[in-house]
């Protein structure tokens, strides 16, 4: 099983980004796939999922209406489109997956490798 977080980089406040995430190994259409940040000296924060069935989504409060997820499961790829960034959307980001919709938890089955994101003011 390998997931793998990408399109992290350096930007200023108000501008876009999107991340990908990419995987292989199991069967990426029964798995709810979620991602996640981790700021230096902070929790691990749940930061949006989508289901595996029917495309439902969570989003935490502090992206809601600035983050957007979507799902390819032809291409066995998830993205997080990133908009209006702050500083304080800089952070760590993972994707993760579980065949369970559980949304705002952390307790993930698969975890991939973290893309950096830098959010300067």
């Known amino acids: 099983v390998q997931l793998q977080a990408s399109g992290g980089g350096s930007v200023q406040t108000g501008w876009s980004l999107t991340l990908s995430c990419t995987s292989s190994g199991f069967t990426f259409g029964e798995y709810v796939i979620g991602w996640f940040r981790q700021a230096p000296g902070k929790a691990r924060e749940a930061v949006s999922c989508?289901?595996?069935?029917?495309?439902?989504?969570y989003y935490a409060d502090s992206v809601k209406g600035r983050f957007a997820i979507s799902r390819d499961n032809a291409k066995n790829t998830v993205y997080l489109q990133m908009n209006s960034l702050e500083p304080e959307d800089t952070a760590v980001y993972y994707c993760a997956a579980d065949q369970r919709y559980i949304p705002g938890t952390a307790d993930y089955q698969y975890w991939g490798q973290g893309t950096e994101l830098t959010v300067s003011s």
């Open positions: 989508i289901t595996n069935s029917d495309g439902g989504t």
